[in-house]
């Protein structure tokens, strides 16, 4: 027990960052068992040495940097953060470079990029040029990526009130400081990453195994199961196929990934007492009834055109495909809220359905709106949106009644004043960084229209939007190689969203 004991606090000792390399060394570990099982050698010896490699480049790294104490927690905070979703890429596109061998490492850092930051956009458009193995390290990874940054979200933005939470901070109402405040100044990162990942880790895998199971149950080969339920808990959104169109599970398979995407639309759905939640329904969640409407309001338009806008088109009698429509609808407008990014089997029967030529268009908006704060989910987050939304319902019954007084509690009048004024510059800085990648994706030669989605998909991490957005699909693999490095470095903005930077570059956190 004392030896246990002396293993955790030297670990504890051991900085952010090196911890990360540590596991996602050892992850190597899980491919080289699986191409050992398939009878693939080559490939189970390149990431066993890439994984004996990282693993000693950890142990070396964590003994030079062991008792090094930072003068700014919150800054090695989020620079540990930025270099895991920087640096951590170039280790993990090693094995996948060497064992593809018919690429070069510049795409095989730009795919680990994008699973990492779980964008999910792939270089390789056929997927028979990858072999299972390769193809469960791209999953492997976009699970890991996932984990870190609902891990994160908890141990190190809540406690600097960022990634969403500074829209319910009290902090931002002058009550004397925030519900984390305390956490955050006596407890290490090293040690509350260990508390949340006790109680959060053994959730994230139960869930990828509860869908793993209902996948396989559902008629779906295990292989091609696990890589969606990984990809559905991350919402990477990465597959082994062509997509869920082409899997075996069929509708079966789509209710069970649509009933696992719900958990990104809200924190209450897996961790309600972490954040002082505990007397707060589900139902009354502004994140989760935010969510539902916009999956039932956008599915129930689509539905209906047919009926309203597309009458030369109208199917009498057809109830089968309506129910298809309608359902393809729900999956695909839930997934991409959601930024995981898979498309319904049914969906381009939905867009026949509702007669609009671009209906993609619709999933732009979605996945910039993204879904839940501390969940997988990117874009701008649900309870931004539900802020600016309640700032201006309030602001139109003051046009009525100029003397009201605003109801529902403080908590919500917080949202309403200091959480909208937060929301609606962060909406500004998204729109900046909009237009600057734009800018930077034109100069090297993207056209206007696919800067546009490609912008989109990578600061909202929605990496599959390039394949239903734009008016053709669009391919990763034929745009230059520097409009890749400025979408790579998107993809890790999206991901850590632009305040986080700011804060990381602000003099405050960095001065002593």
Same mark, same amino acid.
């Given at each position: 027990?004392?030896? #246990?004991?002396?293993?955790?606090?030297?670990?504890?000792?051991?900085?952010?960052?090196?911890?990360?390399?540590?596991?996602?060394?050892?992850?190597?570990?899980?491919?080289?068992?699986?191409?050992?099982?398939?009878?693939?050698?080559?490939?189970?010896? #390149? *990431?066993?040495?890439?994984?004996?490699?990282?693993?000693?480049?950890?142990?070396?790294?964590?003994?030079?940097?062991?008792?090094?104490?930072?003068?700014?927690?919150?800054?090695?905070?989020?620079?540990?953060?930025?270099?895991? *979703?920087?640096?951590?890429?170039?280790?993990?596109?090693?094995?996948?470079?060497?064992?593809?061998?018919?690429?070069?490492?510049?795409?095989?850092?730009?795919?680990?990029?994008?699973? *990492?930051?779980?964008?999910?956009?792939?270089?390789?458009?056929?997927?028979?040029?990858?072999?299972?193995?390769?193809?469960?390290?791209?999953?492997?990874?976009?699970?890991?990526?996932?984990?870190?940054?609902?891990?994160?979200?908890?141990?190190?933005?809540?406690?600097?009130?960022?990634?969403?939470?500074?829209?319910?901070?009290?902090?931002?109402?002058?009550? +004397?400081?925030?519900?984390?405040?305390?956490?955050?100044?006596?407890?290490?990162?090293?040690?509350?990453?260990?508390?949340?990942?006790?109680?959060?880790?053994?959730?994230?895998v139960g869930l990828t195994g509860v869908l793993w199971l209902a996948l396989v149950a559902s008629g779906e080969r295990p292989f091609v199961a696990i890589c969606h339920a990984m990809s559905v808990l991350a919402t990477s959104g990465i597959s082994p196929l062509q997509g869920v169109p082409?899997?075996?599970?069929?509708?079966?398979?789509?209710?069970?990934?649509?009933?696992?995407?719900?958990?990104?639309?809200?924190?209450?759905?897996?961790?309600?007492?972490?954040?002082?939640?505990?007397?707060?329904?589900?139902?009354?969640?502004?994140?989760?009834?935010?969510?539902?409407?916009? #999956? $039932?309001?956008?599915?129930?338009?689509?539905?209906?055109?047919?009926?309203?806008?597309?009458?030369?088109?109208?199917?009498?009698?057809?109830?089968?495909?309506?129910?298809?429509? $309608?359902? +393809?609808?729900?999956?695909?407008?839930?997934?991409?809220?959601?930024?995981?990014?898979?498309?319904?089997?049914?969906?381009?029967?939905?867009?026949?359905?509702?007669?609009?030529?671009?209906?993609?268009?619709?999933?732009?908006?979605?996945?910039?709106? +993204?879904?839940?704060?501390?969940?997988?989910?990117? +874009?701008?987050?649900?309870?931004?949106?539900? &802020?600016?939304?309640?700032?201006?319902?309030?602001?139109?019954?003051?046009?009525?009644?100029?003397?009201?007084?605003?109801?529902?509690?403080?908590?919500?009048?917080?949202?309403?004043?200091?959480?909208?004024?937060?929301?609606?510059?962060? *909406?500004?800085?998204?729109?900046?960084?909009?237009?600057?990648?734009?800018?930077?994706?034109?100069?090297?030669?993207?056209?206007?229209?696919?800067?546009?989605?490609?912008? #989109? &998909?990578?600061?909202?991490?929605?990496?599959?939007?390039?394949?239903? &957005?734009?008016?053709?699909?669009?391919?990763?693999?034929?745009?230059?190689?520097?409009?890749?490095?400025?979408?790579?470095?998107?993809?890790?903005?999206?991901?850590?969203?632009?305040?986080?930077?700011?804060?990381?570059?602000?003099?405050?956190?960095?001065?002593?």
């Amino acid at each position: 027990m004392q030896t #246990v004991t002396r293993v955790h606090r030297r670990l504890e000792r051991l900085p952010f960052f090196v911890l990360i390399m540590a596991v996602g060394a050892a992850a190597m570990l899980l491919p080289a068992l699986h191409a050992t099982v398939t009878g693939d050698g080559a490939t189970a010896r #390149v *990431f066993l040495y890439c994984a004996g490699l990282g693993l000693m480049l950890a142990l070396v790294t964590g003994l030079a940097t062991a008792n090094h104490e930072p003068e700014s927690i919150p800054r090695s905070q989020l620079l540990a953060l930025v270099a895991a *979703f920087g640096l951590l890429p170039v280790m993990f596109a090693l094995p996948f470079w060497i064992a593809l061998g018919t690429t070069s490492f510049f795409n095989a850092w730009f795919e680990m990029v994008s699973c *990492f930051t779980t964008t999910g956009a792939t270089i390789y458009d056929a997927v028979s040029r990858l072999n299972e193995t390769l193809h469960l390290w791209r999953a492997l990874v976009g699970w890991l990526g996932g984990l870190l940054i609902w891990l994160a979200a908890i141990s190190i933005l809540a406690p600097m009130n960022l990634g969403g939470f500074e829209v319910r901070s009290p902090a931002q109402a002058g009550e +004397g400081g925030q519900r984390f405040s305390q956490i955050g100044r006596t407890a290490r990162t090293t040690e509350r990453l260990a508390r949340y990942s006790a109680r959060l880790v053994p959730i994230y895998v139960g869930l990828t195994g509860v869908l793993w199971l209902a996948l396989v149950a559902s008629g779906e080969r295990p292989f091609v199961a696990i890589c969606h339920a990984m990809s559905v808990l991350a919402t990477s959104g990465i597959s082994p196929l062509q997509g869920v169109p082409h899997a075996g599970s069929g509708f079966l398979g789509e209710l069970a990934m649509f009933c696992l995407m719900i958990f990104a639309l809200s924190r209450l759905t897996f961790a309600r007492s972490l954040f002082g939640d505990d007397g707060r329904s589900l139902l009354r969640d502004p994140e989760m009834r935010m969510g539902l409407a916009l #999956v $039932l309001i956008v599915p129930g338009l689509l539905f209906l055109r047919h009926f309203v806008g597309a009458v030369e088109d109208r199917t009498e009698g057809d109830l089968p495909g309506a129910f298809a429509a $309608l359902w +393809g609808a729900l999956f695909t407008v839930l997934s991409f809220l959601t930024t995981t990014g898979f498309e319904s089997a049914w969906w381009q029967g939905s867009t026949s359905w509702s007669g609009l030529d671009t209906p993609g268009l619709v999933l732009v908006g979605l996945a910039l709106i +993204g879904g839940g704060t501390a969940t997988t989910a990117g +874009g701008v987050k649900l309870l931004r949106v539900y &802020a600016l939304w309640v700032h201006g319902r309030r602001e139109l019954e003051r046009l009525v009644h100029p003397n009201s007084i605003g109801t529902d509690g403080a908590e919500a009048r917080r949202i309403r004043r200091q959480g909208a004024v937060i929301s609606w510059i962060f *909406f500004m800085l998204t729109a900046l960084s909009v237009t600057g990648v734009m800018l930077a994706l034109s100069l090297t030669g993207v056209e206007f229209e696919q800067a546009m989605v490609l912008t #989109v &998909a990578a600061l909202s991490t929605t990496g599959p939007l390039a394949q239903v &957005a734009a008016e053709a699909p669009i391919s990763y693999a034929g745009i230059p190689d520097a409009a890749k490095a400025v979408l790579a470095g998107t993809m890790v903005l999206g991901r850590l969203e632009t305040l986080a930077i700011i804060a990381l570059l602000n003099p405050a956190s960095w001065r002593r």
